[in-house]
């Protein structure tokens, strides 16, 4: 098992979600703090505030997991010394930026609240800072001696992993606010908006995770038996090492079919069908307790399905050139 967990790389997996999802669930309160700049809302600005809560733990999580990847973490630093030249300093330094600004735009929103402007200016700043991090997350993988990882790929599935997982982490947060701090008469409507944008977000990002996929798993099967001139990363470690990569990438693919069906199933499927249940039940409707029961339901079926993905994704990382 601990093996299986090494060849996984759970550290990494943990990382690259967490940190992704931080992001994603950054942007979700911060167009919503612009959203509320021309039409103010107090109700939305509760959700908004509270919903802050999440940002510094998902962040501050995902960091302690990327030192758990490390040999020996006390020496961690020296990574941050080559920024010219390395995307994984680059991805440290973004990383370690965003957390501080995520530190910062919460305590504006909590100890500040009246200097909304200076807040989402940092805001602003904080987004991109996020996204350019993931950026450099994405790129750390896109060298020669990891054929199997060394695709475009990589950029719609990590991408579409914040976009789904931040949204619906700010969702829960809502549901767990709405009737216990905040009058739920007053919040409902607040709630159904939000739900619809939720539906949007969530269907945007399963067709996103779902292009994303097919087009690796069409890259590993097409490129394993005939490996074209064009194979990224061929002049740099050899034909055949890529070739071998790519074979044995696909077979490990063939050998987790339950990992790729989890990864189909709940990190794609479930998104677009609470996507369409959300849009459903409202037009007809329907409770909020029970939609805020899908959406609270959903969220570990969903982190389970990027779960499986992202192992995946590092187990076909092998051979380890």
């Not at 996984?8 to 979600?17: E, N, P």
């Not at 779902?210 to 194979?231: K, T």
């Not at 609270?296 to 050139?321: N, Q, S």
Request: net charge positive.
């Amino acid at each position: 098992m601990m093996n299986w967990l090494h060849d996984a790389q759970y550290s990494l997996v943990l990382f690259t979600l967490f940190t992704q999802a931080s992001v994603g669930a950054f942007w979700v309160l911060l167009v919503s703090d612009f959203l509320k700049r021309k039409a103010p809302d107090a109700i939305q600005d509760a959700f908004t505030r509270i919903g802050t809560y999440i940002l510094v733990p998902l962040t501050a999580v995902g960091l302690i997991f990327s030192t758990t990847h490390l040999g020996r973490p006390i020496y961690a630093w020296r990574a941050l010394r080559h920024i010219d030249s390395s995307w994984l300093s680059r991805e440290i330094w973004g990383f370690g930026l965003f957390f501080g600004l995520v530190a910062l735009y919460t305590f504006l929103w909590w100890k500040r609240i009246n200097d909304a402007e200076l807040r989402r200016h940092i805001g602003v700043v904080t987004g991109i800072v996020g996204v350019l991090a993931i950026v450099s997350q994405i790129m750390v993988y896109q060298i020669p001696g990891r054929p199997t990882w060394n695709h475009l790929s990589t950029f719609p599935l990590f991408g579409a992993s914040g976009l789904i997982l931040g949204p619906l982490a700010v969702a829960v947060v809502y549901s767990i606010v709405w009737g216990r701090f905040i009058d739920l008469k007053q919040g409902e409507a607040t709630v159904r908006l939000s739900h619809r944008r939720l539906g949007i977000t969530l269907l945007s990002g399963a067709v996103i995770y779902a292009v994303g996929l097919l087009w690796r798993l069409h890259f590993l099967a097409s490129s394993a038996y005939q490996p074209s001139a064009a194979v990224a990363g061929k002049a740099a470690v050899g034909a055949e090492t890529v070739k071998t990569a790519l074979v044995i990438g696909h077979q490990i693919v063939e050998a987790n079919r339950l990992m790729l069906g989890l990864q189909a199933a709940l990190g794609i499927g479930v998104p677009a069908l609470l996507a369409v249940a959300l849009w459903y039940l409202h037009k007809k409707g329907a409770s909020l307790k029970l939609c805020n029961a899908l959406i609270a339901a959903g969220l570990p079926l969903v982190a389970l399905g990027e779960l499986a993905g992202r192992a995946l994704y590092y187990l076909t990382g092998r051979p380890w050139f």
